[in-house]
Nanobody, 114 residues
Framework: VQLQASGGGLVQPGGSLRLSCAAS????????MGWYRQAPGKQRELVAS???????NYADSVKGRFTLSRGNDKNTVFLQIDSLKPEDTAVYYC?????????WGQGTLVTVSS
């Protein structure tokens, strides 16, 4: 499984971004996808995830501001990030989980600053 992530950048507080992650390869084995993030000096944390059945889960710190959705092909996930705060600054990593392994995309940097 290969993951291609995109969409990070510099945004002012209160702004929005949309991150994308496309999976390719042996994708039939994937049972969940989503995003983690890692801020400077902090551990990587789960931001949002979606199961193959469409059930989503969000970290408490992002509920109401982040929305995870899937593309029609179910192999792409989108993370809509609204009302960005400086504490959202981090490298965001797309992941896909199968019964055999976790797969990671390259990180995409989100910087929230005025």
């Amino acid at each position: 499984v290969q993951l291609q992530a995109s969409g990070g950048g510099l945004v002012q507080p209160g702004g929005s971004l949309r991150l994308s992650c496309a999976a390719s390869g042996i994708i039939f084995s994937i049972h969940s996808m989503g995003w983690y993030r890692q801020a400077p000096g902090k551990q990587r944390e789960l931001v949002a995830s979606v199961t193959s059945g469409g059930r989503t889960n969000y970290a408490d710190s992002v509920k109401g501001r982040f929305t995870l959705s899937r593309g029609n092909d179910k192999n792409t996930v989108f993370l809509q990030i609204d009302s960005l705060k400086p504490e959202d600054t981090a490298v965001y990593y797309c992941y896909a989980r199968s019964s055999y392994a976790d797969y990671w995309g390259q990180g995409t940097l989100v910087t929230v600053s005025s």
